[in-house]
């Protein structure tokens, strides 16, 4: 376990310097049915805060809320924010929220990184990532999920705070990658990004949107909220009709990576980790893996729209 261990971080630290990465992806994709790292949390910027809207004002790009104390810093009251795009288009008076308060230089208080508090979809979303885990458990040494084999069952966020259900994804094909939004490395999360844009625009072309799903889940999600997902999406130009980003409890991702057998781990300021883009079928079944940033997805494409 050790060697393997090792092994990794040396891949990691040569793909960041040369381009042998596609080398160093499908040497640990030969373990992957042993060990898929668990990453630990990226430091999140900001106070914790918590407390219920009040007012969701799109114009002044504000919302007010009524916040609970926060220990030696600020007493409870109603106050006005600063918001992301993203989350004033999620939100809505009346909800509870946890959020990271951020005061600017400016003197600006900020919130970031908001999730609602929301008993009925909380309870959902922990039910599926105890199913996940426990299937996870069960699995054992066979955890990894090969080509052939179904997808998992899960539910998370997507990028307008909305529960998502993998059977929302059922009689249609499903592409699905791993990636996280403060990544820096061009030929990472970015350019895993432009492929699975490249492979919606291509299905497009062929007429075929209806039949397709793109997903691509966080491996930073206290991070990548719900807003700040749909800011990412945005901040794109993508098209988020049929390419869902997606977040939830860190549980059920670490979970989801084991099974589908991606590596990640924290080093520095970075989530290290691999790239695996899967293919699934409208039954559930993957049926295609590719692993890497550099992949046909013209092959993608093709097994989409046949």
């Known amino acids: 376990m050790t060697s393997k261990i090792a092994g990794f971080s040396c891949c990691v630290r040569r793909w960041l310097g040369v381009s042998l990465v596609t080398t160093a992806l499908l040497l640990t994709a030969c373990n992957r049915a042993e060990k898929a790292a668990q990453p630990e949390r990226l430091p999140v910027p900001g106070r914790p805060l918590t407390g219920q809207i009040v007012k969701v004002d799109l114009e002044r790009g504000t919302l007010l809320v009524d916040h609970d ?168 130009g993508i098209d988020t009709s049929n390419y869902s980003f997606l977040t939830g409890p860190e549980s059920a991702i670490k979970d989801l990576l084991r099974q589908l057998g991606v590596l990640a781990e924290v080093e520095g300021p970075l989530i290290q980790h691999t790239l695996a883009t899967l293919l699934v079928n409208e039954e559930g079944r993957i049926i295609d893996r590719a692993d890497g940033s550099r992949w046909d997805t013209q092959q993608f494409v093709r097994k989409i729209v046949r």
């Open 69 to 236: 104390p926060i220990p030696d810093y600020m007493p409870q009251m109603v106050m006005e924010f600063q918001a992301g795009a993203g989350d004033l288009a999620n939100l809505e008076a009346g909800q509870r929220i946890r959020a990271r308060l951020i005061e600017e230089a400016n003197g600006v208080f900020r919130l970031a990184h908001i999730w609602v508090q929301d008993g009925l979809s909380e309870s959902q979303i922990a039910a599926a990532a105890a199913e996940l885990h426990e299937d996870t458990v069960i699995r054992g040494s066979k955890v990894y999920r090969a080509v052939g084999e179904n997808l998992p069952d899960f539910s998370l966020y997507d990028q307008s705070g909305q529960v998502v259900d993998m059977n929302r994804f059922r009689g249609k094909k499903v592409v699905i990658n791993f990636i996280y939004t403060r990544c820096p490395i061009a030929t990472m999360c970015p350019a895993a990004v432009t492929n699975m844009m490249t492979v919606q625009e291509g299905v497009a072309a062929a007429g075929k949107s209806d039949q397709l799903e793109l997903i691509s889940v966080t491996f930073d999600p206290e991070y990548d909220t719900p807003g700040v997902l749909r800011d990412y999406a945005a901040a794109r």
